[in-house]
């Protein structure tokens, strides 16, 4: 804008003072300025397409990073390993029936692996709820 502003009071000052001298100084100090404006412009220009450039390449660095990691973690685990994925809040109901097969019998273990899960779904919509750390 302060290119465009200068541009404008040159184009004035051209059409004023085409005889007067300190006109015609002035003129060339606004026109010296308005080329150091355009040059730094220009420059920062330059400068951020840099930047775009190499924030994308980073981006795309850390994508194939990404991808080696997840197709190596296997092979680095081993096959013993078991580690599942889940996110945060949420429940596998798988948990609750293997762990209530195990300690209830037959006909009681589905009922209570139902409860349970309902029970601890309930829990984990409840923000202030921790299983672990008591709040006094």
């Given at each position: 804008m302060?290119?465009?502003?200068?541009?404008g009071k040159?184009?004035?000052m051209?059409?004023?003072g085409q005889?007067?001298?300190?006109?015609?100084?002035k003129?060339e100090?606004m026109?010296?300025?308005?080329q150091?404006?355009?040059y730094?412009?220009?420059d920062l220009e330059?400068?951020?397409?840099?930047l775009i450039?190499?924030?994308h390449?980073s981006?795309?660095?850390?994508?194939?990073a990404?991808?080696?990691?997840?197709?190596g973690l296997?092979?680095l685990?081993?096959?013993?390993?078991?580690?599942?994925?889940?996110?945060?809040?949420?429940?596998?109901?798988k948990t609750f029936?293997d762990?209530?097969?195990s300690?209830?019998?037959p006909?009681?273990?589905?009922?209570?692996a139902t409860?349970?899960?309902s029970?601890?779904q309930?829990?984990l919509?409840?923000?202030d709820?921790?299983?672990?750390?008591r709040?006094n």
């Amino acid at each position: 804008m302060k290119i465009e502003d200068l541009k404008g009071k040159l184009q004035v000052m051209k059409h004023i003072g085409q005889d007067d001298a300190a006109v015609q100084k002035k003129m060339e100090e606004m026109n010296n300025e308005m080329q150091e404006k355009i040059y730094d412009l220009q420059d920062l220009e330059s400068t951020n397409k840099a930047l775009i450039y190499k924030e994308h390449q980073s981006n795309d660095e850390l994508h194939e990073a990404r991808k080696v990691l997840i197709q190596g973690l296997p092979e680095l685990l081993g096959l013993r390993t078991n580690i599942g994925l889940k996110r945060m809040r949420e429940l596998d109901p798988k948990t609750f029936h293997d762990t209530c097969k195990s300690r209830f019998p037959p006909d009681e273990a589905e009922i209570q692996a139902t409860t349970l899960y309902s029970s601890w779904q309930e829990n984990l919509k409840n923000p202030d709820w921790h299983p672990i750390f008591r709040r006094n």
